[in-house]
């Protein structure tokens, strides 16, 4: 059972980046395909960003071009860096990891990023 823990999150202002952190102990990332989501108050949970285990990347709509997502095997850490943010990227983001076997899905606690003047 991977335990996944997020850091990085604060309050900048639009325009401005952020990097997040999921640093996962007890397992390796390297058996998973690593997600970032968000949530904002009275939304769902959506996906903003994955990289999977075969190396490949994908990114929402909304945050192509500006998020970018990697990972350092050997640190077992994922890294969100965020540029060109807007207040619409509001939201609790979570790190969260899908297991290649069995799919199971794990999560983060969350950390919180808001863009605001």
């Known amino acids: 059972q991977v335990q996944l823990v997020e850091s990085g999150g604060g309050l900048v202002q639009p325009g401005g980046s952020l990097t997040l952190s999921c640093v996962a102990s007890?397992?390796?990332?390297?058996?998973?395909?690593m997600k970032w989501y968000r949530q904002s108050p009275g939304k769902q949970r959506d996906v903003v960003a994955t990289f999977t285990r075969g190396g490949t990347t994908n990114y929402a709509d909304t945050v192509k071009g500006r998020f970018t997502i990697s990972r350092d095997n050997s640190k077992n850490t994922v890294y969100l860096q965020m540029n060109s943010l807007k207040p619409e990227d509001t939201a609790v983001y979570y790190c969260?990891?899908?297991?290649?076997?069995?799919?199971?899905?794990?999560w983060g606690q969350g950390t919180q990023v808001t863009v605001s003047s």
């Open positions: 969260g990891a899908v297991h290649f076997v069995t799919k199971a899905m794990y």
């Open positions: 007890r397992s390796s990332i390297g058996a998973y395909d």
